[in-house]
Nanobody, 123 residues
Framework: QVPLVESGGGLVQAGGSLRLSCAAS????????MGWLRRAPGKEREFVAA????????YYPDSVKDRFTISRDNAKNVVYLQMNSLKPEDTAVYYC????????????????WGQGTQVTVSS
């Protein structure tokens, strides 16, 4: 089990920034790839970012590339999502995810999920 708890969501104006955090429990955190997905009202769940267990590789879809940055601190069991230049279309519930494979996170077939944190970007 890898319990995940997100924090850092909120309301921000377009062009602003937010940093999401995901705290994980358990001694095996550093062996998992981590990532973020989001779901906007009336839309399908969307992959946002993933990072390998070592942090050596990161992955993003074109929709957030160059604006979002995922990172992790294995000593603290935390993964971050720095979101810059936010747009109204980034409004969604953001979910932290953990899996042995980053591609499983990308595809939404991840083993563990957090409860989600709301991000709202006003125009």
């Amino acid at each position: 089990q890898v319990p995940l708890v997100e924090s850092g969501g909120g309301l921000v104006q377009a062009g602003g920034s937010l940093r999401l955090s995901c705290a994980a429990s358990g001694r095996t955190f550093s062996t998992y790839a981590m990532g973020w997905l989001r779901r906007a009202p009336g839309k399908e769940r969307e992959f946002v970012a993933a990072i390998t267990w070592s942090g050596s590789s990161t992955y993003y879809p074109d929709s957030v590339k160059d604006r979002f940055t995922i990172s992790r601190d294995n000593a603290k069991n935390v993964v971050y999502l720095q979101m810059n230049s936010l747009k109204p279309e980034d409004t969604a519930v953001y979910y932290c995810a953990a899996d042995r494979s980053w591609s499983s996170i990308r595809d939404g077939h991840t083993a563990y999920w957090g409860q989600g944190t709301q991000v709202t970007v006003s125009s």
